[in-house]
């Protein structure tokens, strides 16, 4: 699809028996904010590593309609990422790394650096090894978020920060960066932290996609109703897909319910990212006395 920012068909990778892609579709538009959310081994990093180009794969995949694993060179033109760890070299000094960049990326803009940086406690001369982790990280993403690309992708972040760096991370990110021509893929395990950001999500488990929809579409889909013990067994009879038991009270998520019928018997609740990710991937819930809370599993 040439309207797709990225587009994939049977995308699919093995490493020895194990696959770690498995005949995955998918299409993001520009404009979206992505997240990519699955446990550790589920495939996220494969994904990443074939958009990037930094990986070989079988079926298609198109990312700003070119082949990552044959135009490399011109999609990182359009492509910006920042992995968990982010790489800069330790020696160098804020001045170097500024300068490098705007001599490496046609699309750099250095007005727009020092814009960012003016903000921060970071000062040109010092070398990246005398700042701290969320110093570096807010360098990197002033170095980023001042490179024009259509598709930015961040690989964990905000790892080992401190949540009020955190928070300055994607308020930044927000409000400075993110327009309807760009398009942002998150991967994260603090879900909770993006949720509020996010357009669409995917969760991605053993190579496969299990949610891969907006988050307006998710809403209308899953609902989530607290009850007491004296309707709970009439609101097991409507088929919940998960069950968890909180102070007494018992949180059962539902896929495509009458919310009527729900609102009869509890209070309904938009089920969190982080609730979902628990329902749709984890292991099914068990009750207070150890026994297994839902008859089916989840799909």
Known sequence: ME???????????????????????????????????????????????????????????????????????????????????????????????????????????RTQCMKYLSRTKIKQKSKVRALSKGMVVQLHLALVMSIDAKLLILDEPTLGLDILFRKQFYTSLLNEYFDEQRTILITTHQVEEVEHILTDLIFIKDGKLIVNNTMDDIYEQYTEVMVGPDTAAQARELNPIHERVLFGRHIMLFDNADQQRLSELGEIHKPSVADLFVALMGEQAVDQTGHSAVGGEAA
């Open 3 to 109: 309207s797709s920012i990225i587009h994939a068909q049977g995308l699919s990778r093995r490493y020895g028996s194990t696959i770690a892609l498995d005949n995955v579709a998918l299409d993001v538009p520009a404009g979206r904010i992505v997240g990519l959310i699955g446990p550790n081994g589920a495939g996220k990093t494969t994904a990443l590593k074939a958009i990037l180009g930094l990986s070989k794969f079988k079926g298609k995949l198109e990312v700003l309609g070119l082949d990552p694993s044959k135009d490399r060179d011109d999609l990182m033109e359009d492509v910006c990422f920042i992995a968990d760890v982010a790489v800069l070299p330790r020696w160098a000094r804020v001045w170097q790394i500024i300068e490098l960049t705007e001599r490496l990326h046609p699309r750099f803009s």
